[in-house]
């Protein structure tokens, strides 16, 4: 039977869910009662994993007090101002302000709104072009699918935002092209430190301080999605600090509550902000009915201080070091095609067999995982994995391979 709930990105037609009940550190449990590794910390955002008690109290406490209230105009809460503070001294640029949603579609949206809004406001409103990457991921609301490199999911959608260009990833000359071809009227230039959902692809060398400069060099901002790559999943708090990038816009979400509660935003560096607040007469007309929603916010407090107080910034590399040499042993033995991917973030790349049928064959090696396209399966696990389970990744994903293929020969 069709369930009432149509799901995300899911068949409209599909009828078979599996009901997740439970969960607590890195593994997961249905409503049949078996118990999986969430290899992929969710949907990339349970960097603390799942079963925090503390988070919990800490939230109902907030909810207790004072449920919510919203933050436009003179208002503000407690939680908000506090995790505005936290964020603002963790910020990859110093000095940086928080701009707050509850989604990293609507962080990017605002990111670019805010990036076209500053050019505008310090006399350059022509500049209204946005560059980003094929393949690349920034969400699904109509800004965040225009900047999405990957043009599957803008089909049958409509018209895009208009002004947006897409660069092939790693090519820097044809971001100089771009800069070229509308002299004056870029805004904004985004990219994703690696690419997380479009595939897993790290950056080359070079490359995204090559951004950098050709923002600075043409007067465009340069913002850094990291909505992925924050909070530890790098080994440090951001990808802009683990490549040396210094971003005038930071989209943030997911692992700023570990997903507890949705939550995102924006940091603005002083370079944006200075000229916001050059105009002591603009109104920002922009911001969310739950932006800085005090529930969302004091879980954001106890998550990020998880993070830093048990130091699973470290162990980020660590999950790094024993996955990928465990997929490395699996391309070695001809099991898999290709093995990519940076800090607590991986990807086995497939050849002969597709990647759906493999994620579903490792269901029943007791993993979760995560197919992108046909071709690729995705790991970014909690950071507080532990080893075995690190190890029962790889071998689910080594005997769901084998599994896909003696059904295809049978
Ligand atoms: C880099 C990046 N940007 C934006 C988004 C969109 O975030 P959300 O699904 O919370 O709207 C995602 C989601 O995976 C993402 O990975």
């Known amino acids: ?88 001294d963790l910020a990859p640029v110093p000095g940086s302000r928080v701009f707050f949603t509850s989604s990293g579609s609507e962080a990017v949206d605002s990111a670019l709104k805010i990036a076209r809004l500053a050019q505008a406001v310090r006399g350059e409103p022509q500049r209204r072009f946005v560059v980003s990457r094929r393949p690349s991921y920034h969400g699904v609301t109509y800004g965040g699918m225009a900047a999405t490199g990957l043009p599957a999911n803008q089909e049958l959608f409509g018209s895009m935002l208009p002004d947006v260009v897409q660069t092939p990833k790693d090519d820097l000359e044809a971001v100089r092209a771009v800069f070229e071809q509308h002299p004056g009227q870029v805004a904004a230039v985004i990219a994703e430190p690696v690419i997380g959902a479009a595939g897993v692809y790290p950056p080359q060398p070079g490359y995204l301080q090559g951004l950098r400069r050709l923002c600075d060099e043409h007067g465009a901002w340069l913002i850094m999605d990291e909505v992925i790559c924050g909070f530890g999943r790098l080994g440090r708090w951001w990808g802009a600090q683990r490549f040396d990038v210094r971003p005038d816009l930071t989209t943030f979400a997911k692992a700023v509550t570990s997903g507890y509660l949705p939550l995102g935003g924006v940091l603005v560096a002083p370079a944006v902000r200075q000229v916001l607040e050059s105009d002591a007469s603009l109104v920002l007309r922009h911001g969310h009915t739950y932006s800085g929603h005090p529930a969302a916010c004091a879980a954001a407090v106890v998550a990020l201080d998880i993070i830093r107080r048990e130091g699973l910034m470290d162990r980020a590399g660590k999950v790094g070091d024993r996955l990928s040499t465990g997929l490395r042993a699996l391309h070695a033995d001809g099991q898999i095609a290709d093995v990519r991917g940076d800090g607590a973030v991986w990807a086995a790349g497939l050849d002969d067999v597709d990647a759906a049928a493999v994620r579903d064959a490792m269901l029943p090696h007791g993993v979760i995982a995560r197919p992108i396209g046909t071709s690729t399966i995705s790991f970014c696990p909690p950071l507080v994995i532990d080893d075995d389970d690190i190890d029962r990744c790889v071998e689910a994903l080594d005997r769901a391979v084998s599994d896909v293929r003696k059904r295809a020969v049978g």
Not at 14 to 25: C, D, K, L, Q, Y
């Open 1 to 88: 039977m069709i369930p009432p709930f149509l799901h995300p990105f899911a068949r409209p037609a599909a009828e078979n869910f599996v009901t997740i009940v439970r969960g607590s550190g890195a593994r997961v449990t249905d409503a049949e009662g078996t118990e999986y590794v969430d290899a992929m910390a969710s949907l990339w955002y349970c960097n603390v994993g799942h079963g925090r008690a503390e988070i919990a109290d800490a939230v109902a406490r907030q909810l207790r007090q004072l449920d919510a209230f919203h933050t436009f105009e003179m208002f503000s809460n407690e939680p908000a101002d506090e995790v505005a503070g936290i964020l603002a």
